[in-house]
């Protein structure tokens, strides 16, 4: 079994449509996090959520919005989708908000066309 | 605040060679931890090494070997005898631990490692 999930794995949209990235971990962990990778590559986190909780919000544009149902999941709801919202989304989670071990699911390649 | 420097960023090498991939960092923790991650052109983020700020033992896996030095605040990776199937991104990253500490990784942005056959 996967430990985290992502769905949909591709995301091909055009600007200003709506969409959604939905994350699962099975492995029983409080915590989750979204992490964008850029097109240069670069790594940064965007929202945690600790049981449900949100715990991080980096400066992330409001058109961004998390939404944890259950400690398992954490959706990333996108509005209005920009350009530059094209990226790769990273999905995590650590046991508690205080681990230093993260698990990553395998990543969503979001592109707006 | 936390900041991780990568200040290669692309290193293109033979098969065989040996590579060493650097990494500096800045925090003002005195508790925290390290790390490496590869990320192959398939995309995912591969865990390669984690270590805490209190052990500067290094550490060799196979071909690969890391070098923390708490005085010069680097930690570097080393692949020796390099392979094609190296070729990759490689991350160094670092996370606060202790009262406080909320697990937020910071990243460095990263180095592009080509092998060539």
């Known amino acids: 079994d996967t430990a985290v999930s992502q769905t949909p794995k591709y995301l091909v949209t055009q600007m200003g449509n709506d969409k959604s990235i939905k994350c699962e971990q099975n492995l029983g962990h409080d915590t989750m996090y979204w992490y964008k990778q850029d097109s240069k590559k670069f790594l940064k986190i965007m929202f945690s959520?600790?049981?449900?909780?949100?715990?991080i919000n980096e400066t992330v544009p409001n058109r961004f919005s998390p939404k944890s149902p259950d400690k398992a999941h954490l959706n990333l709801h996108i509005n209005s989708l920009e350009l530059g919202d094209s990226a790769v989304y990273f999905c995590a989670s650590s046991q508690s908000a205080a681990s230093i071990e993260q698990y990553f699911g395998p990543g969503t390649r979001l592109t707006v066309t | 605040a936390q900041k991780v420097t990568q200040a290669q960023t692309e290193i293109s090498v033979v098969e065989k060679e040996d590579v060493t991939l650097d990494c500096v960092y800045e925090t003002r923790d005195t508790t925290y931890y390290l790390f490496w991650y590869k990320q192959p052109p398939s995309g995912e983020l591969v865990f390669l090494i984690r270590?805490?700020?209190?052990d500067e033992q290094n550490e060799i896996s196979g071909r690969y070997s890391w070098n923390f030095q708490k005085s010069t605040s680097s930690f570097n990776f080393t692949i020796t005898a390099s392979q094609v199937v190296d070729s990759a991104v490689y991350f160094c990253?670092?996370?606060?631990w202790g009262a406080g500490a909320n697990s937020k990784l910071t990243f460095g942005k990263g180095i592009t490692l080509s092998v060539r056959p």
């Open positions: 959520y600790n049981n449900k909780e949100l715990i």
């Open positions: 990253a670092l996370i606060r």
């Open positions: 270590r805490n700020s209190f």
